[in-house]
């Protein structure tokens, strides 16, 4: 069989992979038209692409659907539960970097750091009657984040999109989000905890460790790392 | 895969043995109201619940443990003195350990004593011990009263007591606020300008969400309030470590505790509490010197217990949980009893791993 390498399928982050991998003499592309999710590989012999959107490439790998994947360590973090044992990370790629912080209210000025946080949480809660909302897509990483520092009375909830706003539709208090420049959490009033940052995060090239290689996908893999020079 | 049958049948057998202790023996259901409920879990359990909703009756949760269902029938109506048992299955999201099981059996043993707790907690401890001893476990007990003692008698203010208080369950904020308070570690910088600033209100920008400026400015005062406030002494920062640090066996442990008591008598009381608990649990034949007692034993996991707290361990197993654990939860019963309040002790058994270490009947 061949070594399937999965690879997000759209946006900035497919140019840069595909960019990484060509300037390794290993050239990644889209056949067909725009729509079409399928790719092609040159420079190596039986690798093949497959695209994915990226959230979906971390179950895809832990499954052993694909041998090779590239996608954020915060979504790989996220989705896979003891994820060292699930996959390997080979290669840092040196873009798409994001940042996974909690933000809170600019207008708050009492709170800077996660101990402010805390006290807040305690007190709103007796305030309001319920804990201190915090919106977020990323509940493992944040809920770890928090139990390690021992931040108590708060809640997550999900936000899937648009979180930045939702401190001022009062649907949170607080939120974790992905960020690179903080643009948006400024423009959205909001300000960063000064110890708030829960993970950094940039595009990796991952290996499946669940599912072994049959001999023509060593041999592939072999001649891959040979080129990218990995390892 | 472990036969389920025979997990249900360890988990009846358990619960007859309860019932043969002097146990009623009472059901809850697997669906629990969540809005009320989960407040009161910490958070492990309460990220842990599966919770689903319903049209009638709004959210609701698939069981998490019983003693909460059964605190909160118990406190609606039940007769005192009483001792429940139960056994069935709760539920708990697993998300890092594929190994753990999502649902799993308890049997359990509740007692609701105001009349003497030391003897309550003996009662319960000594028959989960008896009813365990053929399976060579090693046992763990601790007690949260002590350190909650020792946090209640430092002479600092009791805004900080509370915050000490509340984090006992979470030993890396405990230390981070003992070291604050004690001046160990500076005042963070954005504290520090903050405090400078006459109206620091003034330049806050809009204001958006449910928190208020009513809540940021007096949250300023009592920053500024706790700024004038002296710092705890060096020397109760070292009793504090050494009441944490207290580990042996229990007749040693409790030596060296009162010994510590001299010093720093507010944990007199606690400490009393312990000795006549160990009497008790001595009078049913165990031996206290080779009994494990460790002051801060269970106050990562133990989330809602206040007093003493016990759990049983398969030796070079680290891999599972405990096979039995429990502890007194004086407080949960105040929080749901809505003003009234009773003295409660209780433990489970996990009849699975019981059958998976081959100790079933």
Known sequence: MSLKIGVPSKGRLMEKTFEWFGERGVELGRSGSDREYSGFVQGVENVELILLSAGEIPRELAAGRVHLGVTGTDLVREKLGRWETQVEEIAELQFGFADLVLAVPAAWVDVGTLDDLDAVSAAFRLNHGFRLRIATKYHRLVRDFLRENGVADYQLVDSQGATEGTVKNETAEAIADITSTGDTLRANHLKTLEDGLVLRSQATLFRCLSTPMDLDEKTAWVKLQEMLALG | ?361
């Open chain 2, 1 to 361: 895969m472990t036969d389920l049958s025979a997990i249900r049948a360890e988990a009846a057998r358990l619960r007859a043995e309860f019932e043969a202790a002097g146990a009623e023996p009472v059901e809850t259901s697997v669906l629990q109201p969540a809005e009320v409920l989960l407040d009161l879990y910490g958070e492990d359990i309460r990220a842990r619940a599966y919770v689903t909703s319903d049209a009638l009756r709004g959210e609701q949760m698939l069981r998490p443990d019983f003693t909460v269902p059964v605190v909160q029938m118990h406190m609606e109506h039940g007769a005192e003195p009483a001792c429940y048992t139960y056994s069935g299955k709760v539920f708990r999201r697993q998300e890092d350990d594929p190994a753990r099981a999502s649902e799993y059996f308890q049997a359990g043993f509740e007692i609701f004593d105001r009349q003497n707790p030391a003897a309550a907690d003996a009662r319960v401890f000594s028959l989960f011990y008896n009813m365990l001893s053929h399976m060579s476990l090693r046992a763990s007990t601790g007690d949260i009263g002590i350190l909650m003692a020792a946090v209640e008698g430092l002479k600092t203010t009791d805004r900080r007591k509370v915050a000490l208080r509340r984090h006992i369950w979470r030993p890396k904020r405990f230390r981070a606020l003992i070291d604050r308070f004690s001046g160990r570690t500076p005042v963070p910088e954005s504290r520090a300008e903050l405090l400078q600033i006459d109206d620091p209100l003034a330049c806050a920008g809009p204001m958006i969400g449910l928190r208020n400026w009513d809540e940021i400015s007096h949250r300023i005062s009592v920053l500024r309030e706790d700024a004038k406030a002296n710092p705890i002494s060096s020397e109760e920062v070292r009793l504090i470590d050494s009441v944490l640090s207290v580990q042996g066996s229990s007749d040693r442990s409790l030596e060296a505790l009162r010994d510590i008591a001299v010093v720093m008598p507010s944990i007199s009381p606690a400490v009393d509490r312990l000795a006549t608990r160990l009497e008790a649990i001595s009078a049913s034949g165990i031996d206290l010197s080779k009994l494990d007692f460790e002051a801060s034993y269970g106050r990562t996991q133990m989330e809602y217990y206040d007093g003493f707290v016990f759990g049983f361990y398969a030796e070079n197993r680290s891999d599972l949980p405990a096979v039995a654990s429990g502890g007194r939860y004086d407080a949960l019963t105040r929080q749901l009893g809505r003003g009234k309040e009773i003295p409660a002790v209780g433990g489970v058994i996990r009849p699975g791993l019981v059958v998976a270490l081959g100790g079933a009947r």
